[in-house]
């Protein structure tokens, strides 16, 4: 039976068109939230109502979504009819064949111009696996939504078999990933750096917003398990950005807010400094006794004491801020500890799993170890802070069918050899088929650990300006030579091991400044008009002389040589005046400055001031994002290019059985 779900698109657009004005974001959010679709006992609006459903409902569809007025739709135990126009049946993008071009499919696009009523066709590839909303079904041909764009498809090009996906997420500094389960679970594991902090002003958070605002069209993210692998600013610093204050004047998430079913943290945290009353503290780090630490973070209750300005032992900032906003989101928010047992990892108990296994997935704890002392569970102590707090990262692997997906935090080599020690012969456990690279390709790390790993995909999250010269070049290297190599002797090409880097796969577009244009600014005089160049008259070419008028008329000019025309009498009549300003601005007596924050170091930054003349623009950042998708038996490891119109994809088998 199909699954659907409760969206109203056509409704959406319908509200959105009798605002009377151009609709934002935040109105769609609005609609969507406060929608209710009918079930009715009958295929009739008269007819008895049995539940209403919210927008984001999901549905079983037992015959399918009809292409007549009402469906079919069951919830839970009651059977029922919806309009179908306020319903859609998921499906996803179909593999066709084993070569790498059949990873990819064709959504045919078609936008009608507001202004000319023309109809402008275009294509885009969705990748093996993507989610696709079929709002009109069709025997042959259907009409979809997906990654927020509507447009037809090939119904063979669809099944309605889920992938395990893995999104690598390019957040500078840090770490960003997305975990979303064959049956629909989420996991969100680490978010770079806060938003104010980040050289793009985007971090994982804005990622996760794209993802259920326009990819799914919902109105809310919701997650299964919002995760800080460990409590450094690059990793939990996105995740505060999705659960601070929604009326922020700059916050800028299209979601009205976010679910959060489990917090899992490590246990090790940060802590204010002592007072007399309270144990001694190491390195801000919690108690400290027979070279471990044992004041590891809990539970719900424990993370409300931990945050309560009243209590004697609290949590340090912005740590504490970060849960205790994640604690104020949500009562029903639960808050999990995940560390084990070193002592039932040498005894070869069965690692455990952070959920019960649902669809053939299963997340294995792999990390951090702790062990027993006098005061309970502590975890050992690697010398340096930071060696602490990295070390005893959340380390997970993600199993699907024959598919192992690795993931590190940031791990270092005294944790890694820690880790060894206690697994011993069992370190098996740790050889993957794709693996997260410990510590943003950091040297401190061990070789012959990364033997055991052996993966034959290699995902590096490092950035630009971070400090810390990530990756390391004989890092890249080793990740190399541990990796599985498979090559393809009939083609002489080498299959794996692959090695990715976010910060490679992110590209910025900038724009040289043509020019400033102010309008209505308030002066002494009255309001000023006014152009500031940025560059050289003989640098310009004929559209920088366009303003918002002339660039909507020119719009409706559908000649091209009437086009041309009236761009050169813009032209002629725009230079005279600005070439009387060429001088000025040139020598300063015309001046404009930008006044700018430049990230400076890991997490810190500076304010600069740089004249507009000769600068260039970010005009858009191309995210570096790393897709890992898996049905259990094919790997695919896929990045878009720079034209935002071609993925490129590799593909190689997955090579375990699903075994602890």
């Known amino acids: 039976m199909a699954v659907g779900w409760v969206r109203a698109y056509e409704d959406e657009d319908r509200a959105m068109r009798q605002l009377g004005r151009r609709a934002f974001r935040s109105d769609r959010a609005a609609f969507r939230s406060a929608f209710k679709a009918d079930l009715r006992a009958a295929k009739r609006d008269s007819s008895e109502r049995l539940r209403r459903l919210a927008w984001g409902s999901t549905v079983v569809l037992p015959q399918g979504l009809s292409s007549s007025d009402w469906t079919k739709v069951q919830v839970a135990t009651k059977v029922g009819f919806v309009r179908s126009e306020h319903l859609v049946q998921v499906a996803y993008v179909k593999k066709r064949g084993r070569s790498t071009s059949g990873l990819t499919a064709t959504l045919d696009i078609e936008r009608r111009d507001a202004n000319s009523g023309e109809i402008h066709k275009d294509k885009r590839k969705l990748l093996w696996g993507d989610v696709v909303q079929i709002t009109k079904p069709g025997t042959r041909r259907c009409e979809v ?33 997305l975990v979303r389960t064959p049956d629909g679970r989420h996991m969100l594991i680490d978010a770079g750096l806060r938003r104010t902090k980040q050289q793009t002003g985007k971090n994982a958070a804005d990622f996760v917003d794209w993802k259920f605002f326009f990819d799914y069209g919902d109105y809310r993210i919701r997650l299964d398990s919002m995760m800080a692998s460990h409590s450094d600013n690059d990793h939990f610093g996105g995740l505060h950005d999705l659960v601070r204050d929604t009326q922020l004047a700059d916050r800028e998430l299209d979601c009205v807010g976010v679910d959060i079913k489990t917090l899992h943290h490590p246990g090790l945290s940060r802590w204010r400094t002592n007072t007399a009353a309270t144990p001694a503290h190491r390195m801000g780090l919690g108690s400290h006794t027979e070279d471990s630490f044992v004041q590891l973070l809990d539970d719900r209750e424990d993370a409300e004491r931990a945050t309560d300005s009243s209590s004697a032992e609290r949590l340090s900032p912005p740590w504490s801020s970060f849960v205790a906003a994640v604690l104020d989101n949500s009562r029903q928010t639960k808050v999990k500890r995940v560390v084990l047992d070193s002592a039932k990892v040498r005894d070869g108990k069965a690692l455990p799993k952070l959920w019960p296994s649902r669809a053939n997935c299963d997340i294995f704890v792999l990390g951090p170890l702790g062990r027993d002392t ?141 020019r400033l244009d102010l309008r209505n600014v308030p002066g002494e005089q009255g309001d000023m008009d006014g152009v500031v160049l940025g560059r050289n008259i003989d640098e310009l070419n004929d559209k920088a002389y366009l303003s918002p008028e002339d660039r909507r008329r020119l719009r ?36 404009a400055d930008f006044n700018l924050t430049v990230p400076e170091g890991p997490v810190s ?20 994002l790393v897709n890992v998708r898996t049905d259990g038996e094919t790997i695919m490891c896929a990045t878009l290019d720079e034209t935002e119109k071609k993925w490129v994809t590799h593909a190689f088998r997955a090579r375990f059985k699903n075994t602890d």
């Open 374 to 514: 006098s005061n309970g569970l502590g975890l050992p102590d690697f010398g340096r802070k930071s060696f602490n707090t990295n070390g005893h990262s959340i380390c997970l692997r993600v199993d699907y069918g024959s598919a192992r997906i690795l993931l590190t935090g940031d791990l270092n080599k005294k944790s890694m050899d820690w880790l060894a020690e206690n697994y011993g012969d069992r370190m098996g456990a740790w050889e993957c088929d794709v693996a997260k690279a410990c510590h943003h390709g950091s040297h401190d790390i061990s070789y012959r650990f990364l033997e055991k790993m052996r993966p034959a995909a290699t995902v590096i999250s490092s950035g630009d300006a971070e400090g810390h010269s990530h990756p390391r070049p004989e890092v890249v290297g080793a990740s190399a030579m541990t990796g599985f190599k498979q090559v393809d002797t009939r083609t002489d090409r080498l299959l794996t091991p692959l090695i990715y880097m976010t910060e490679i796969e992110r590209s910025v577009s900038l724009g040289a400044l043509n």
């Open 145 to 177: 939504r997906a990654r927020g764009t509507r447009g037809k498809m090939n119904v063979d090009d669809l099944t309605d078999e889920a992938l395990l996906e893995v999104y690598f997420v390019d957040v500078g500094q840090g770490d960003g990933v």
């Open 605 to 624: 930054s500076r304010n600069v001031r740089k004249r507009a003349w000769r600068s260039r623009i970010m005009e858009k950042n191309h995210y570096g």
């Open 556 to 591: 409706r000019i559908k000649d091209k040589k009437e086009a041309k025309r009236f761009l050169a009498s813009v032209a002629r009549s725009q230079r005279p005046p600005l070439e009387s300003m060429e001088t000025a601005t040139q020598t300063g007596r015309i001046r």
